[in-house]
């Protein structure tokens, strides 16, 4: 809601408060003024000036050179481009000196040889939106009324003096979407009367009745219909300042009858309707629901097809407009109307605004209409309404109205208790105090004891329970000046849960190693859902997808990420390391909904590290992946358990691809992506992994045990094994360190050998065993022994032998 200030004093007393202050004094009791635009942006020196002479430039056929009186004594000379110029003008003036939106200067100039002593303006050179400009004059200047006085200040007769307050109103506030709404809300915080228009309507002798019939059949979505006759208006513009108050407040004049009615619906929240009598083709209206596949051509030229929930007023036959919406093309007031039906209504919001979604149309009614208005004011914006058509259209307007009326317009009581408002605010308010407060808001409160009882206006819709009673106390008093307070009670502070503490710690882990997070749509294409997928299910589609590209739930991470590595790739950035904890979406048999279960994927690509200084490039390989995932397990405590197994997977490389168990039990997968999978994702070489989140997270893990550091030295003994190439290190290393017992402390593989000088079929591996107690020194001959138990076991197992 945009309110001009100098309308809003129309209404109420605003001495010694400038704007701002006000913006700060509303904001503070509840509603945000989310900004104040001051509208002459700057402006100075322009003045009303009479154009005296106008003829053509000698030199240009598309200018003007114009003789001007700006109320100085001698006239100026001014050149001028705009096509309606003419002789005998009141125009907008910038002099000599003046100051234009922008910091722009008016000097003195020579035009094709012509001097320029000014310059004639637009309104659109003046800061006003063109959106927001009368169309005759949207492609030329400004045209004052005859009247004008010739050197007055043409800002303020604009009304660019002015400063607008921008309302950022929540659903609840609809009685402040007017401007006597706006005065009431100021009033109560500067305790201020306030004044309503003055209304003074003359009517003929003839008999509304005898021009209109109203019948409404769908009383419930129109309770209530008042239809009013002005004959023999004169359509033509409305006045400046009103056309100036209409544009302060984001509505673009059109002629005096439209401009009143929207001017109405401004200040009064009621909104209005003019229809052209002549062309309605009846005398009856008709409200009713329309028949389903009907057509109307409404006020934008647009043909819409109707509902049969959607509220139509007809000419007893035909819709003439939307009930609440917009208006009919065939009966809107234009330039040779007469005779009007001015229309003012109570329609039903729900009916209303599923009317104006269906066919996209919002307009200031509407939005009025959805939200609630005041039932009481319907027909004092009529009568108000009709007051300024004879004073400015010069209409008569025809003696009383027609109307259905079956609306229930009493104002609510609602009932509240002294002590129930201390309690809620924390305060100590008496009732004295409290009811201060409902007479500066305009509510009769009457108090028996600590009991008081409020008659709420049926401007405040809002207000329907104590709560709200005690927050309009609340906001009134002033937010500022309820005192702090903490909680009272045993209270347990929050924290994490020990899943959501290694959540976290897992991604620390990997943003540390070098990787960045990434988050990607959980819906896919039904092609891509079962890619990569660690455990197959049915597909999970969505009953109306936005496209088949987000039609279904995925079940792996793999192939969203490969998608953020081909984006990147797209944009030169060869280098890419990537994860993502999300869910995926597993569904079973004869189960609705799917189970959610959270995993973790990454995807690197390119170098893993690059020092220019040094020459040195390392390319992602496998073996990379794998050390990231290790320093993960080790981090978690569950590196002794985990055990990576060569395997084959669906889009992998069959030879660089393994799965990953913990405590026997699969986990995930991790490996290169299959080069013709990587050529259908556009991407080069790639690893990937994921992992089975939630099972990693919630696996029991043994307390961290701290050792003395050793006094002791230890002993290391290298060994290196033949074996058959089939036989994996890690299995190996399994049974080392199942036989070296509690003296073995740690085994590390340090060389891989195949070759001329060993057999076909086996390989060389080489293993770096240490020993150690940490309670003494070992003596060569115990860990002699030891070291051949473990070859023994190692030969009887895989037939190792030693290499020679």
């Not at 110029?85 to 910038?94: N, R």
């Not at 049974?735 to 073995?744: F, P, Q, Y």
């Amino acid at each position: 809601m945009f309110v001009s200030y100098r309308w809003l004093e129309q209404y109420i007393n605003l001495e010694g408060i400038d704007p701002n202050e006000l913006a700060e004094k509303i904001t503070r009791t509840g509603i945000e003024v989310e900004g104040v635009e001051t509208l002459n942006k700057g402006i100075k020196g322009v003045v009303v000036g009479h154009v005296l002479e106008c003829e053509q430039h000698p030199n240009a056929d598309k200018l003007n050179k114009c003789l001007v009186d700006v109320g100085e004594g001698e006239p100026v000379q001014i050149i001028c481009g705009a096509p309606n110029v003419a002789k005998g003008q009141k125009v907008a003036v910038a002099k000599v000196g003046a100051v234009l939106p922008g910091n722009f200067k008016i000097k003195k100039a020579k035009l094709r040889g012509e001097a320029s002593h000014g310059m004639i303006c637009s309104l659109q050179e003046l800061g006003i939106e063109g959106k927001l400009v009368p169309k005759e004059y949207q492609e030329g200047i400004f045209v004052f009324a005859d009247d004008a006085e010739i050197g007055r200040d043409a800002l303020e007769l604009l009304n660019l003096d002015d400063h607008v307050l921008e309302l950022g109103l929540t659903p609840n506030r609809a009685d402040c979407l007017n401007m006597l709404g706006v005065a009431y809300e100021v009033g109560a915080i500067l305790d201020n009367e306030v004044k309503y228009p003055s209304v003074e309507l003359q009517e003929s002798s003839e008999k509304a009745e005898d021009y209109i019939r109203v019948n409404v059949e769908a009383k419930e979505d129109n309770p209530l219909y008042i239809a009013r006759i002005i004959k023999n208006v004169k359509i033509g513009p409305s006045p400046l300042w009103m056309q100036t108050r209409l544009m302060a407040a984001g509505i673009r004049p059109h002629n005096n009858v439209v401009d009143i009615t929207n001017y109405v619906l401004l200040e009064y929240g009621q909104p209005l309707h003019a229809f052209d009598y002549d062309r309605i083709g009846s005398k009856e209206i008709l409200v009713r629901h329309a028949v389903e596949g009907e057509k109307i051509t409404t006020l934008d030229d647009q043909e819409r097809t109707l509902k049969g929930d959607h509220l139509v007023i007809t000419n007893g036959e035909t819709p003439i407009a939307l009930a609440g919406v917009m208006g009919g093309a065939d009966s809107e007031v234009k330039d040779d109307t007469i005779n009007v039906l001015l229309e003012s209504a109570y329609f039903a919001g729900l009916s209303i605004r599923k009317c104006s979604k269906d066919h996209g149309l919002r307009s200031e009614a509407s939005a009025r209409y959805e939200k609630g208005i005041d039932p009481n004011r319907v027909r004092a914006a009529s009568e108000r309404a009709a007051a300024l058509i004879a004073q400015y259209a010069g209409g008569e307007v025809v003696s009383g109205v027609v109307e259905e009326n079956t609306l229930d317009a009493e104002p609510k009581r609602v009932d509240v208790t002294l002590a129930k408002i201390n309690g809620v605010l924390g305060t100590e308010l008496t009732v004295d105090e409290v009811t201060s407060i409902f007479k500066r808001l305009r509510f009769e409160a009457i108090a028996d004891g600590e009991q008081i009882s409020v008659t709420v206006p049926t401007r405040r819709g809002d207000i329907t329970i104590s709560e709200d009673l005690i927050e309009e106390v609340a906001r009134l008093y002033g937010y500022d000046h309820i005192p702090t307070t903490l909680p009272v009670g045993e209270s347990t502070p929050g924290q994490l849960t020990s899943y959501q503490e290694k959540r976290r710690r897992v991604r620390r882990y990997l943003e540390g190693a070098g990787m960045l997070q990434a988050i990607t749509y959980a819906l896919t294409s039904e092609e891509k859902a079962e890619q990569f997928a660690l455990e197959v299910s049915k597909h999970v589609r969505l009953a109306m997808p936005m496209s088949e590209e987000r039609s279904t739930l995925r079940l792996s991470l793999i192939p969203h990420l490969l998608e953020v590595v081909k984006h990147n790739i797209a944009r030169q950035l060869d280098s890419v390391a990537l994860y993502e904890t999300s869910s995926v979406f597993l569904s079973k048999e004869n189960q609705d909904l799917p189970t959610e279960r959270e995993h973790l994927a990454g995807a690197v690509s390119g170098l893993w590290h690059m020092h220019m200084w040094q020459g040195e490039k390392k390319v992602v390989d496998f073996f990379t992946v794998k050390g990231i995932l290790e320093g993960l397990f080790d981090g978690l405590g569950l590196a002794a358990r985990i055990e990576f197994q060569a395997s084959k997977h669906d889009g992998m490389h069959p030879g660089r691809t393994a799965t990953i168990s913990l405590d026997g039990k699969e986990i995930g997968i991790i490996g290169q992506v299959h080069p013709h999978t990587a050529k259908r994702y556009d991407v080069r070489e790639t690893y990937v992994f994921e992992l089975d989140l939630q099972t990693l997270l919630s696996a029991d893990v043994e307390d961290v045990v701290y050792e003395t550091i050793p006094r002791f030295p230890s002993i290391t003994r290298d060994i290196a094994l033949v074996v058959d190439k089939g036989i994996s290190a890690g299995k190996l290393e399994q049974e080392i360190r199942a036989t070296g017992g509690k003296l073995l402390k740690d085994v590390k593989v340090f060389d891989l050998y195949e070759g001329e000088h060993v057999e076909e079929g086996k390989k060389s591996i080489a293993f770096s065993l240490r020993y150690l107690d940490p309670e003494r020194t070992l003596t060569d001959e115990e860990v002699t022994s030891t070291h051949e138990k473990v070859l023994e076991a190692l030969h009887t197992k895989f037939d190792a032998s030693l290499r020679s």
